[in-house]
T-cell receptor, first 113, second 115 residues
Framework: GNSVTQMEGPVTLSEEAFLTINCTYT??????LFWYVQYPGEGLQLLLK?????DKGSNKGFEATYRKETTSFHLEKGSVQVSDSAVYFC????????????FGKGTRLHILP | GAVVSQHPSWVICKSGTSVKIECRSL??????MFWYRQFPKQSLMLMAT?????????EQGVEKDKFLINHASLTLSTLTVTSAHPEDSSFYIC???????????FGPGTRLTVL
């Protein structure tokens, strides 16, 4: 079945550092890929998405490119801020298969001032 | 746009009582709503999917008689945890979508603590 694997955290960086959170997926079809962010005590917010190979999703300085050849969707940001501290979830969904979103286990990010 | 609210945001109850959690789509009609459970420092586990006017579809291992889901209107779904026990303590999150799209909008979550 479909699955998502993302790097374990926590990840601790200094402010203005470059961020990469790795995410790979396994899917039999053609899923859409997502990154969600969860701030402390809150629900999930959609950060960005990509619906087909080579698409790049971007939002708030974050980017991720749908790489079918490596089955990856790594999240990157050039210069992180303290306010980016949160838990980041990689996810996929394939409506041709079912209605479910498959989430990775989440990566906790701490940004130090 | 696409705001989903949950009420209450947190609730503490005694073992054996029932608790109702509401999920509302504030500015769109939610044809489908989803209920998730999240344990500390873990990912979201889908509990059930509900379509307006239909019975909910529960995931394997989720007790439908314990977690009652009602989706009576296009803007409201409720999750009732019946005869709650301490092991039901968790963070419950709902999401909603309109039509058959791959984008779900998530509520802020409800933290349930059963004493």
């Amino acid at each position: 079945g479909n699955s998502v694997t993302q790097m374990e955290g926590p990840v601790t960086l200094s402010e203005e550092a470059f961020l990469t959170i790795n995410c790979t997926y396994t899917a039999t079809g053609y899923p859409s890929l997502f990154w969600y962010v969860q701030y402390p005590g809150e629900g999930l917010q959609l950060l960005l998405k990509a619906t087909k190979a080579d698409d790049k999703g971007s939002n708030k300085g974050f980017e991720a490119t749908y790489r079918k050849e490596t089955t990856s969707f790594h999240l990157e940001k050039g210069s992180v801020q303290v306010s980016d501290s949160a838990v980041y979830f990689c996810a996929l969904s394939d409506l041709r298969r079912d209605d479910k979103i498959i989430f990775g286990k989440g990566t906790r990010l701490h940004i130090l001032p | 746009g696409a705001v989903v609210s949950q009420h209450p945001s947190w609730v503490i109850c005694k073992s054996g009582t029932s608790v109702k959690i509401e999920c509302r789509s504030l500015d769109f009609q939610a044809t489908t709503m989803f209920w998730y459970r999240q344990f500390p420092k873990q990912s979201l586990m889908l509990m059930a999917t509900s379509n307006e006017g239909s019975k909910a579809t529960y995931e394997q291992g989720v007790e439908k008689d314990k977690f009652l889901i009602n989706h009576a209107s296009l803007t409201l779904s409720t999750l009732t945890v019946t005869s709650a026990h301490p092991e039901d303590s968790s963070f419950y999150i709902c999401s909603a979508r309109t039509g058959r799209t791959d984008t779900q909008y998530f509520g802020p979550g409800t933290r349930l603590t059963v004493l």
